[in-house]
């Protein structure tokens, strides 16, 4: 009730993508900028994009159309109450991916050190974006200050060069196709021409 759907000029229901940028591991997240990009693209096309995560973890100005869930003190839970309001949802290999396969909301999910056949497996609604580099996959687990592996080229970078190279036309055109299909069959199942 906090957070209510809104309406577009035409009546319909404006869209909602919830959007997880930080992670606890260094080699999870999404470039920022990148990031930045795709969901601009996004919200340009009249989407409602809510960023998720720990206190403070974002300096992201709230705007018309754009929420930074993390100003506000939110539970997990109440989160994931956020989240079920949400269409789609963006996140890299970490909690929210998860939670919105577990919620059953479409999701476009973003892998580096993890082959995303490993992690999907139980989400069909999760489309996973990835890349073919010589590193991937590292399967490289933090430990200590070890960010990314030694000897690959992540290390040198200071980023995951895997999900670096996942372009952001991409990543806003699949979860573009994604509400697309759910409105889809949403309406045929109104109509009942689909059934459970």
Known sequence: STFPNHLDDKGDIVPRLGVQ?????????YDHNKLDAGCNVLHRR?????FFGEP????????????NLTLRSLTFRQS?????????????????AHLAGALDIPCVALYGPFPWQLRTAYHPKTIALSTDAPCAPCFHHVTARQHFPADGPCAKTGRCEVLAAINPARIAAKICALHAAALHIAQHRNDGRLTE
Do not use: K
Not at 23 to 29: D, E, K, N
Not at 46 to 50: C, Q, R, S, T
Not at 80 to 96: E, G, I, K, M
């Open 80 to 96: 994931a109450a956020v989240l079920a309001t949400c269409d789609v949802v963006l996140a890299p290999d970490s909690a929210l």
């Open 21 to 29: 940028a930080v992670t606890s591991a260094m080699c999870r997240p």
């Open 56 to 67: 403070r973890s974002l300096n992201i100005n709230e705007s018309d159309r754009v929420t």
């Open 46 to 50: 009249g989407w409602e994009i809510f």
